[in-house]
C-alpha cells in the first residue's frame, strides 16, 4: 500500500525523466521515465503475493538444509524466514519506491546510503539468523525433537 501511494504521489509531481540508479558516489547513472516507477510496485505486489503463497505451499515441496528427520522441526523456521523475507523484500521496493520520488523532486542523493546498505543488511542477517537457527536444528538428535 506504500509503494502504490508513494508512486500515485509521485507519479504527478515528477519530471518525465527521473533517476533510477545511482553509483557508490551517490550520483545518478541510470535514468528511466517516470512510468518507471510502476515497476518497483509491481515488483513490490508480486513479491508480497509470491510469498504469501509460499506459506501454503505442502511441506513435501519445502526443500531445508537439514536431514529428513530433522524437517518437522525445522519447516516452520523456514516458514519465520519466509514471513520476514516477505515484509523485508516489500519494503525495500517500497522504499525504492520512495527514494526515487524523493530524489526525482531533488532531496539529497546521500538518502540512498541511509536506505540501501541497512535495508541489505538486515536481509542478510535474517537469512544467517534462520540458517542458523536450522542448523542448530540439525544438530539436534531426532530423540530429542
Known amino acids: 500500500l506504500f509503494a502504490i501511494l508513494t508512486a500515485v504521489y509521485g507519479y ?6 527521473i533517476p533510477t540508479h545511482f553509483n557508490a558516489a551517490n550520483i545518478a547513472d541510470g535514468w528511466s521515465d517516470k512510468s518507471s516507477l510502476w515497476f518497483f510496485v509491481g515488483i513490490a505486489c508480486v513479491v508480497y503475493v509470491g510469498m ?5 505451499s505442502p511441506e ?3 526443500h531445508l ?3 529428513p528427520e530433522q524437517r518437522a522441526a525445522a519447516i516452520p523456521i523456514g516458514r519465520d524466514m519466509v514471513a520476514w ?5 516489500t519494503w525495500i521496493f517500497a522504499g525504492t519506491t520512495w527514494l526515487i520520488v524523493a530524489l526525482a523532486q531533488g532531496h539529497s542523493p546521500d538518502l540512498v546510503m541511509w536506505f ?3 535495508s ?7 537469512v544467517i539468523y534462520h540458517i542458523a537457527r536450522m542448523k542448530k536444528v540439525a544438530a539436534t538428535t531426532p530423540e530429542t525433537l
Open 12 to 17: 504527478f509531481t515528477l519530471p518525465q525523466r
Open 52 to 56: 504469501s503463497l509460499i506459506r501454503y
Open 60 to 62: 513435501r515441496s519445502i
Open 65 to 67: 538444509p537439514v536431514a
Open 85 to 89: 523475507m516477505k515484509a523485508e523484500m
Open 116 to 118: 540501501v546498505p541497512p
Open 120 to 126: 541489505l543488511g538486515i536481509v542478510f542477517a535474517t
